[in-house]
């Protein structure tokens, strides 16, 4: 299995990298808040991927990239950067950065990169629906609110949780079009169309 490990001195943005790349199924190994310690965490764990935050004390993004790329030349390094560190972009992707992006991170290009890297994540099939649906939906970019309603409105009508035994592949695959029906119209006054289409899309697609 991938491990992923997140180099970054603001908790906030590792907090948000480890919650889309856990919802859609990867595994993050261990986290650092600045790149002295995100090389000694890369030298036990071995990683897979490694994302690594630019302006951090000790040692910076770029300082670290380089000694991980010493340790292993073949080593999978995406910078993160924030509004003004723009300029170090050429020097990362010189020094061997397998990509990089701009705080605050788009879920869905995350990702793509995180899946173009190293593949994609542990296997649908060992996941709950519940946690299929989230990480499909992650895939959508939809998140927060909108998934709770619908989780919700799921349990409001069948008197229990999607990740509840109960909803085992029979009961969906009986169920989806009136529980479909049904949750639409409980979301129709809590978001927007596209955004409740979405998501219905999704929990159609999780028996198909």
Known sequence: ???????????LARNLLRLIL????YTICGEAPNGKEGLEKYKQL???LVFCDIMMDEMN?????????????DA??????????ELHLDEAIKSGAKGFFKKPVVPVDLLKITEKLIGMPASETTLSYKKLMEKRAWEKGIEGKPLLDFFDAFRQINGFELDDPKSDVQFLKENTAQITIAVRALLSA?????ISEQLMDVFQGLVS
């Open 46 to 48: 071995k990683p897979d």
């Open 61 to 73: 993004g770029l300082e670290c990239m380089r000694a991980i790329l010493s340790v292993n030349p």
């Open 22 to 25: 856990e919802n859609a199924g």
């Open 190 to 194: 809590k978001m927007p169309t596209l």
């Open 76 to 85: 999978n390094v995406v910078i993160l950067t924030s509004v003004g560190d």
């Open 1 to 11: 299995m991938a491990n992923i490990l997140l180099i970054d001195d603001s908790m």
